[in-house]
């Protein structure tokens, strides 16, 4: 093992990766890490933490208006683009110093410059350097893509590019119907732009529970964001006055100053040399690997995004940990990828575990659905119309709870504490003996009685 620089060498410095080399450091591992960007990765620096911010700053003006049933006069609202972009990069720029810290204080080398796979214990970095390694972990993660290009397509902009607007735009156009279009939508619509959302589907987020979806789809255009289904972007122009204007397949062109284009991510390899070390790679070009996070060539693993299993960064910080902890710490494990919780950071924002009642019956389940809709508590006093709407998924010959959704306020935070239970294997008669914690919203989770007919 001698001729071996370092144990682990990990190239990219993300959610996974700089789990996994903490980790492995701490398990006695002498380990690098490269970074070509800023270290913290897609979450930390231009995803997760900087858009929940942007959510944080998008709600005070629902906050506003629904302060004044309760009693509270408050002067003119104005809202300063700057001071918000320029708060969200200090705590970005604060962040990243701590991963930076969090990595150096395990002892892990740290180089800021892209690296590349030179052979099976091989890596190259950017400035010349070979570094010979008896592991590799690849975690380079994703990056956004507009495929098939068109023309035009380089006058839009990628949720990279988003936070860093030199000022708030009257009008934007947002192309997808995913997670970041509709987190992006939701918060600049709040923040006084005009917004269109332009989706090829007939209907948002694909893959989600369709009830979800409906009234998700009607609570965005409740809030004043244009919902353009069933259509393509074919072509964008610059006009003369910057603004741009996007030719669609059907229906009048739309004009915008910024043109966010979220038609999803793809994995990070593009010459990265894995290819050539014999790492084998799947059609969007992401990383193949098994249970293990094992590729093809048994010195190189990879995690997280690169990999396009799940990609959140949860899973890939658990899959850090894992190849971490098996290959340096005598630990073998592997992640579970079932019934991982996730949220849509939208207005009103969804929480979701499990199967929804379309994938549960494809399953060949028979259920019982529950479900709830009601106005919040506190919209009766503020007057918003708001409602939150609650599904439960229940496999009818077993009573286990499949699937539980959630659109409204907190969402998130609730299915976060329901993940451990339908994890857990709950049933639905688990539910049912909980004591209800009043007054919440959640509490209607556990009084939930009559199925849904039909
Ligand atoms: P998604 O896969 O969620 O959405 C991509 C959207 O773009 C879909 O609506 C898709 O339509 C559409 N699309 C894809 N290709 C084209 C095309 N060529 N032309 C027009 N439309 C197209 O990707 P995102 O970029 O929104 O997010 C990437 C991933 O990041 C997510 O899947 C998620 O895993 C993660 N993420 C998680 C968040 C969270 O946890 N809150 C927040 C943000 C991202 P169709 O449905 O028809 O394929």
Redesign the pocket.
């Known amino acids: 093992m001698a001729d071996f620089d370092v144990d682990l060498f990990v190239i990219g410095a993300g959610s996974g990766g700089t789990r996994a080399a903490r980790i492995a450091a701490g398990h006695g591992a002498r380990v690098m890490i490269a970074e070509e960007d800023r270290i913290g990765g897609t979450c930390v620096v231009r995803?997760?933490v900087p858009?929940k911010l942007y959510v944080y700053a998008s709600r005070f003006a629902d906050d506003f208006a629904d302060a004044a049933g309760f009693g509270w006069t408050l002067g003119e609202a104005r809202f300063d683009w700057g001071t918000l972009r320029d708060a969200v990069a200090r705590e970005v720029t604060r962040l990243s110093g701590l991963y930076r810290k969090g990595l150096e204080g395990a002892g892990v080398a740290v180089r800021t410059e892209r690296a590349v796979v030179a052979g099976p214990h091989e890596v190259r970095l950017a400035g010349g350097d070979t570094v010979r390694a008896r592991h590799i972990l690849v975690a380079t993660g994703?990056y956004?893509?507009?495929?098939?290009p068109i023309p035009g397509g380089e006058l839009g902009i990628s949720?990279n590019e988003v936070f860093h607007l030199p000022s708030l735009p009257k009008r934007m156009l947002v192309?997808?119907?995913?997670?970041?279009?509709?987190?992006f939508a939701s918060v600049f619509a709040r923040l006084g732009v005009t917004v269109t959302v332009l989706?090829?589907?007939d209907n948002?987020?694909?893959?989600f529970d369709e009830d979800i979806r409906t009234r998700l789809r009607d609570a965005l255009a409740h809030a004043g964001i244009t919902l353009r289904l069933g259509c393509?972007?074919e072509r964008i122009e610059l006009l003369e006055d910057g603004v741009r204007r996007a030719h669609c397949a059907s229906g009048a062109p739309i004009d915008a100053e910024v043109i966010l284009v979220?038609?999803?991510?793809r994995p990070n390899t593009v010459g990265l040399g894995l290819a050539e070390a014999g790492v084998a790679l799947g059609p969007v070009g992401e990383v193949i690997v098994d249970a293990n996070s094992a590729t093809a060539v048994h010195s190189i693993h990879a995690v997280g995004?690169v990999t396009n299993r799940?990609?959140?960064?949860p899973v890939a910080i658990r899959e850090g940990h894992a190849f971490a902890d098996s290959t340096f710490g005598g630990k073998p494990w592997t992640v579970d990828h079932h019934l991982v919780a996730?949220?849509?950071?939208t207005t009103p924002e969804i929480g979701t575990v499990g199967l929804s009642e379309q994938q549960a019956r494809a399953a060949g389940h028979e259920l019982r659905i529950f479900e709830t809709g009601f106005r919040p508590m506190k919209a009766t006093i503020s007057g918003r119309e708001e409602r939150i709407y609650m599904k439960l998924v229940v496999d009818a010959q077993s009573d286990r709870m499949l699937g539980v959704h959630i659109l409204g306020h907190d969402a998130?935070e609730i299915i976060q504490a329901v993940a451990i239970a339908v994890s857990m294997g709950a049933t639905k008669a688990d539910f049912d003996r909980t004591i209800a914690l009043h007054p919440s919203a959640a509490e209607e989770l556990v009084t939930m009685r009559t199925p849904r007919a039909g």
């Not at 956004?144 to 098939?148: L, R, V």
């Not at 948002?204 to 893959?207: D, S």
């Not at 979220?262 to 991510?265: D, L």
């Open positions: 995803g997760c858009k994703g956004p893509a507009f495929d098939p949720s192309v997808g119907g995913g997670y970041i279009a509709l987190e989706h090829r589907g948002i987020l694909r893959g393509t972007v979220a038609t999803g991510r995004d799940i990609n959140l960064t996730s949220a849509v950071f998130g």
